[in-house]
């Protein structure tokens, strides 16, 4: 049974830092695309990068402000959020697929349970 579970959520003020973790079970974490994906109150989901095969891919709106890196011994992905704005705030998700193309079009296999993210002014 694949697991998927967030971490690291929490209360920031605008312009601080916050850094997600994601730990995964029951899958060969190291074949998977990794994602990350937010949906804020009253929105639809959004993909905002992921991580595969050394190489990452980002949304505008976050690119030069949030990295994802993942650490294939530990089974984790991290999402290092920086410079948090307002409108950042929203419940995030870690996603797996082996499909890069699935996963970026918001159809990943797996998903965590999500963990809230709060920048305050």
């Known amino acids: 049974q694949v697991q998927l579970v967030e971490s690291g959520g929490g209360l920031v003020q605008a312009g601080g830092s916050l850094r997600l973790s994601c730990a995964a079970a029951?899958?060969?974490?190291?074949?998977?695309?990794m994602g990350w994906f937010r949906q804020a109150p009253g929105k639809e989901r959004e993909f905002i990068g992921m991580?595969?095969?050394?190489?990452?891919n980002y949304i505008d709106s976050v690119k030069g402000r949030f990295t994802i890196s993942r650490d294939n011994a530990k089974n984790m992905v991290f999402l290092q959020m920086n410079s948090l704005k307002v409108e950042d705030t929203a419940v995030y998700y870690c996603?797996?697929?082996?499909?890069?193309?699935?996963?970026?079009?918001?159809?990943?296999?797996?998903w965590g349970q999500g963990t809230q993210v709060t920048v305050f002014s």
């Open positions: 996603a797996a697929d082996i499909s890069y193309v699935r996963l970026r079009n918001g159809n990943p296999a797996f």
């Open positions: 991580n595969w095969n050394g190489n990452t």
């Open positions: 029951g899958l060969t974490f190291e074949s998977y695309v």
